[in-house]
């Protein structure tokens, strides 16, 4: 039981391990850019060329170091080989032979510094080739990193600007959004003045807010009286037109006429009723019926008073 829970412990972490480095690698991979990547790889190969060139140059100063000990070996034994050939001169014998044995210890030291000197100067020659190659992949690793830098960049560009025109770019699609609120605030304020022009055009916001225009109110007014008027004329001549026929009736005769005649002449005034629908006074249809009821029976409307007329005293006499 216990290993089964510490492997399932184990399985967990190694999940979580794998998770969290997902996770990086998919936010490294968003936040790499590749000319920046392409500019560090540059610099680092930059600062191995320069450790090369380094290295060539401790060579170079090691080897020529010991070309000098070799050159101060070369005099030293010159010399004593010069001084022992004086001191053979001279049957000093003894001197001669130090001076040999000082010359092949100079001439075995010699013989170190020459294997050294080779061994450097192989040294400086590899890699002095080695930066030589270095220095062309660097040259050419250079040309590559602009040309890549150069492709994205304008393939970058090319993405925005088709991002741009297509809408689908952050910046755009902000800008999209934006057209598209004020496109439709405007569409709902021109509906909503449409709906108050013809709301004001019906007469329904007419009295909005409690106050009225007089000048127009006098104005229908007017208009009104002489829809009146004109409809009125209109009746006393065709009633006029067929009072003759009325008149020709029975109870018509010769004593008749002058009968209903004075009978119509007598009779009191009656004024006329008032309009029938209080909400439009000027209505033409209850002014006609109005005049229609106070006429008496056989008296044309034109010997009538109308309702603009004042009555006259004897009137009825």
Known sequence: MFMKGTAARMGVMKRVQLVFKA????ALDKMEDPRETLDYSYQRQLELLTKVRRGVADVATSRKRVELQMNQLQQQ???????????????????????????SSAQSQ??????QYAQLQAEEEKLTGASQRLQAKVDAFRTRKETIKATYTAA?????????FSGISEEMGDVGMAIQRAEDKTAQMQARAGAIDELM????????????DDIQ?????????????????????EIAASAPKQLEGPGVGPNGAGQEQSQAQSAPYAPPAPPQNPQNPQNPQNTQNTQQAAQPAGIPVSDLPSANDQPQDGAGS
């Open 156 to 164: 970058e560009a090319q993405t925005r600007i088709n991002e741009a």
């Open 77 to 103: 034994a010159n010399k004593l080989d010069d001084q022992a050939r004086k001191a053979l001169g001279l049957g000093r014998e003894d001197l001669a032979r130090d001076a040999l044995t000082r010359k």
């Open 201 to 212: 055009a019906s007469g329904a916001l007419d009295d909005v807010g409690g106050r009225r």
């Open 23 to 26: 996770k990086a690698n998919k």
């Open 110 to 115: 010699l013989n170190d510094l020459q294997a």
């Open 217 to 237: 109110a006098e104005l229908d007014q007017l208009s009104a009286n002489s829809d009146v008027e004109t409809e009125l004329r209109r009746l006393r001549g």
